[in-house]
């Protein structure tokens, strides 16, 4: 193994201290941005660390937990939202601890870059007792990593690693090491400890106050608590990456940076009050921390200052101190007339999304949507999703649309393939059980597109990239109970309209299969592009409501309007442009210039 110093992206770091900690298990669903975590746990040999992706983030953390009850170390990767589908697990997990050590890598999103929501795992933590560590940069993430399954298995605990969308993907330079391989411990025979029945919870719950009582005087006395002092007039406790913002910002600061959210160390902190005047806290999101040393009998200054939303950065934290009056406001900067180009998401060119969007308007449907890159159909020129909850949401949103008895539309539920085997099993069993009458449209594009092309169980492929048992989905369907099933070509856009159509005149739970791998992953797809012959072309817009971004209106004017145009760059050649042209003027660039 390379041990020379080189530079990681924060979650190549992660991985690299799962692997040096002597992991056995890893498992996690992808989301953004924890997804190359188990990606890069992947390069390792198999030999050393079995890794997989689960069907979603609960099956994962139960997995780690069965490895752990084994007496192996194991370790769990998912973004925030998924902690809310593994929480259930994670309540029990707390009150049973471990036998070989387990750390729960939670990747934040502060600004929403690719989320539903901006939530704060520690939160979490909090609710749940479990100590959670927080790095600053990549080589604390890897070091931080191995230190959690020391913590683990001396407090007899799962310990969350928090990062965040800057953290896991900036690099910084990082010394890597060898690999610890701990001898595995076996399963342990205590059913008091490891079958959460009432009575034997009621015996394992004040365990958890004394592991917190212990955890306090280990962070107490721990090198990972940071003090850096400095100017007396104020100081700054902070954690995770907002720490180099502070140094950046106030170099001169005293600061108190912490290596874990919880539990805090309190001695420590109270001697840090005590040696300046004025206390700030500075952290992303929730005041966490701000709001427990208020609770302690501290006056702190923190939310005042430094937004409870998005993301922070230098420039946030300077704002913030300046504010604060710490700072000297800055002269006010040149205004610069320059307006950025607005690039809004859309859809790739040639998306199978766009012709099932495209119909769900020519139907008229109420849609209910899920989480995936289907979900921009929400937005213009589509504009065909009418809610978007949480993962797996769509067919049971539908069910409760349909059992209301309010709504004039045709009722349909939008979802993905991997979505659909995360967690849209259950809602279409509950459908189909409680006789509700809706349309399904499972979009199978063969892949885990909106992370980056990840496979699931109904790719028939391992994250190792190897061959295993399919799903296949109408099967599946059917065996829930479904009695109308049928699958069609999403680049047939005559088929996917009739198809349509009958689904939503049967009676009941009808489920529609959107068949067409994605156009980016695992691999580009390009055909021979598409042209316009503008003479032709009456600029209707029919066209331009799949929202395709290989489509354009022309500079020029053709007798007295614009036409479309064609980029042969992004164009793919799936013909569905063709397909809804009223007057025939687009077809393959080589016929046009025939």
Not at 215 to 240: C, E, M, P, Q
Not at 348 to 377: K, P
Not at 459 to 473: A, C, D, N, P, S
Request: net charge neutral; charged share 20%; hydrophobic share 40%.
């Amino acid at each position: 193994m390379n041990t020379k110093l080189r530079p990681m992206m924060g979650n190549e770091a992660i991985a690299q201290g799962a692997w040096e900690a002597g992991v056995r298990v890893a498992s996690a669903y992808p989301g953004t941005p924890s997804t190359e975590i188990l990606e890069n746990i992947a390069k390792y040999p198999e030999t050393d660390i079995f890794a997989q992706w689960a069907t979603n983030e609960k099956v994962a953390l139960d997995v780690a937990s069965g490895a752990s009850f084994s007496g192996v170390r194991s370790f769990v990767a998912m973004k925030h939202v998924g902690l809310n589908v593994a929480s259930d697990t994670l309540m029990s997990q707390t009150y049973i601890g471990i036998n070989g050590g387990m750390v729960i890598a939670v990747c934040d999103d502060p600004g929403i870059h690719s989320s539903q929501n901006e939530q704060d795992t520690r939160m979490y933590s909090r609710l749940a007792m479990v100590p959670t560590l927080e790095p600053s940069d990549a080589q604390e993430a890897l070091d931080f990593v191995k230190l959690g399954y020391e913590l683990s298995e001396e407090f007899d605990t799962p310990v969350i690693l928090r990062s965040t969308t800057r953290l896991s993907h900036t690099r910084s330079l990082v010394q890597p090491g060898k690999r610890f391989t701990p001898k595995p411990l076996g399963f342990l025979e205590d059913p008091t400890k490891n079958v959460m029945i009432p009575g034997h919870s009621r015996l394992r719950h004040p365990k958890l106050l004394e592991r917190e009582s212990k955890l306090k005087a280990y962070f107490d006395s721990s090198d990972i608590i940071r003090w850096d002092k400095g100017n007396s007039d104020y100081g700054v406790i902070t954690l995770g990456p907002s720490f180099t913002y502070v140094k950046e910002v106030l170099p001169d600061a005293s600061v108190l940076k912490l290596g874990a959210s919880y539990p805090l160390p309190e001695q420590r902190i109270r001697e840090f009050c005590n040696s300046v005047k004025r206390v700030f806290v500075v952290e992303e999101l929730e005041p966490v921390v701000e709001n427990e040393m208020r609770g302690m009998g501290l006056e702190v200054e923190g939310k005042k200052y430094f937004s409870r939303l998005g993301e922070f950065s230098p420039e946030t934290v300077r704002a913030g101190f300046e504010n604060a009056g710490i700072l000297q406001n800055r002269k006010k900067k040149v205004s610069v007339q320059i307006k950025p180009v607005v690039r809004p998401p859309v859809l790739c060119a040639g998306c199978s999304h766009m012709s099932t969007f495209l119909v769900m308007n020519s139907v008229d449907a109420r849609v209910a949507g899920d989480i995936g890159c289907y979900t921009l159909a929400a937005v213009e020129p589509l504009s065909a999703i009418d809610t978007t909850v949480a993962m797996g949401s769509s067919i049971a949103n539908a069910a409760g649309m349909a059992k209301a008895g309010t709504e004039t539309k045709p009722i349909v539920a939008t979802i993905g393939d991997s979505t659909f085997l995360h967690s849209g099993i259950p809602p279409l069993i509950d459908a189909v059980y409680n006789n509700v009458d809706i349309t399904v449209l499972l979009l199978d594009n063969k892949i885990v597109a909106m992370t980056g092309g990840q496979n699931h169980p109904g790719t028939g492929i391992t994250l190792r990239g190897e061959k295993t048992h399919k799903v296949v989905y109408e099967e599946m369907v059917r065996a829930t109970g479904v009695k109308w099933v049928k699958t069609v070509d999403s680049y047939d856009i005559g088929a996917m309209l009739r198809t349509i159509r009958e689904a939503i005149a049967f009676k009941g739970v009808a489920v529609v299969i959107s068949d067409r791998p994605c156009v980016l992953d695992p691999v580009r797809l390009k055909g021979e592009p598409m042209e316009v012959n503008a003479l032709a072309c009456t600029g209707c817009q029919s066209c331009m409501n799949l929202g395709c971004p290989a489509l354009s209106w022309s500079d020029e004017l053709f007798e007295g309007h614009h036409k479309v145009k064609i980029s042969a760059s992004g164009c793919i050649g799936c013909s569905m442009c063709a397909q809804v042209c009223p007057t025939d003027c687009i077809k393959p660039a080589a016929k046009i210039a025939l």
